[in-house]
């Protein structure tokens, strides 16, 4: 079972009582020493969305939960409920996957052009011809489809970008992107989101290879 939630974070008013509900005092603290708006937004809505995420699939959980993290900083409730839990945010909008296996999910905003550098450095000798391939109308979205589903593995494995990328290999099939661990020769499925807002997309890649989840918009 996997469900990925979605919020848009910028319509929100979160100091208002009607989030309490969903926030701790800890991330209310730490939001409003960010000094950009839209940074406020996004850590706010992020924990407000996990926790709606968990009353939405009746997770046996207090609101807000409480999250311990691995030394490369993967969060998991601290509480033995069966659940899993990741999220990400970028732009406007916040995203949250559940799931009763170890998930992670990202979203990313495609509203700039990435550089050769950049595309260099993210991209596999292999999955770089494939990029140069697509028409250059397709390019920008391309890239973005290999960094979500490689930073939704990432974290699902729990090591973020901590892992060397040169240790796996992506490639895009449609909504999917498979996902081979050059070392252990493990193969995983990460799923490609539709997404309802055409300057973005999301990827969620779980240890269930087998369920297609379609994102909830709260």
């Not at 020493?33 to 207090?62: H, K, S």
């Not at 990313?108 to 770089?128: A, D, F, H, V, W």
Request: glycine share 6%.
């Amino acid at each position: 079972m996997i469900r990925v939630f979605c919020m848009n974070v910028n319509d929100k008013d979160f100091l208002d009582s009607a989030w309490t509900p969903y926030l701790s005092e800890e991330r209310k603290k730490a939001a409003a020493r960010r000094r950009q708006a839209d940074a406020r937004q996004q850590y706010l809505g992020a924990e407000a969305l996990v926790n709606r995420a968990l009353e939405i699939v009746g997770a046996d959980v207090g609101l807000p939960a409480h999250f311990v993290r691995t030394p490369y900083g993967k969060p998991y409730l601290d509480t033995q409920c069966g659940l899993f839990v990741n999220w990400s945010h970028s732009g406007a909008y916040a995203v949250c996957a559940v799931s009763d296996l170890d998930v992670g999910i990202d979203i990313q905003e495609m509203s700039k052009t990435p550089g050769e550098r950049l595309i260099r450095r993210l991209l596999r000798p292999s999955e770089y011809k494939e990029w140069e391939q697509e028409p250059r109308k397709k390019q920008t979205e391309t890239f973005y489809r290999y960094w979500a589903a490689k930073e939704s593995f990432l974290k699902m494995k729990g090591t973020g970008f901590y892992a060397p990328l040169d240790s796996f290999a992506v490639q895009l099939r449609g909504d999917r992107a498979y996902v081979l661990e050059l070392e252990g020769k493990e193969q995983y499925v990460c799923r490609l989101l539709p997404f309802k807002d055409p300057g973005y997309l999301a990827a969620v890649c779980g240890v269930d290879k087998e369920t297609v989840p379609k994102i909830e918009y709260l």
